[in-house]
């Protein structure tokens, strides 16, 4: 069993930066993927980033590449997602979740085994 929680979403303007975090315990921590998902008002949960267990492998949707970064640090058992140049459709609740190691990055959602409750980020105007 993985707990995963995140946290650091807000309201903010368009434009604005922030951090994403995603906590992890349980089992070993750097055994598993790990990847973003966000879900908008009235939309389909949809994938943002994933880095493998060892982060040397990121994988990023193409609408937030070059904004989102994604890493870890698996001695905090902590993955972040950092969002730059945010835009109101950027509005979501970010989920982050886990999936045991394998040689491939995992973007599709119902392949992943643990999830988070979600922090809610909006962005304004």
């Known amino acids: 069993q993985v707990r995963l929680v995140e946290s650091g979403g807000g309201l903010v303007q368009a434009g604005a930066s922030l951090r994403l975090s995603c906590a992890a315990s349980g089992r070993t921590f750097s055994n598993y993927h790990i990847g973003w998902f966000r879900q908008g008002p009235g939309k389909e949960r949809e994938f943002v980033a994933a880095?493998?267990?060892?982060?040397?492998?990121?994988n990023y949707a193409d609408s937030v590449k070059g904004r989102f970064t994604i890493s870890r640090d698996n001695a905090k058992n902590t993955v972040y997602l950092e969002m730059n140049s945010l835009n109101p459709e950027d509005t979501a609740v970010y989920c982050c979740?886990?999936?045991?190691?394998?040689?491939?990055?995992?973007?599709?959602?119902?392949?992943?085994?643990?999830w988070g409750q979600g922090t809610q980020v909006t962005v304004s105007s």
């Open positions: 979740a886990a999936v045991s190691a394998r040689p491939g990055l995992v973007l599709n959602s119902y392949d992943y085994d643990y």
């Open positions: 880095i493998s267990w060892s982060g040397t492998r990121r």
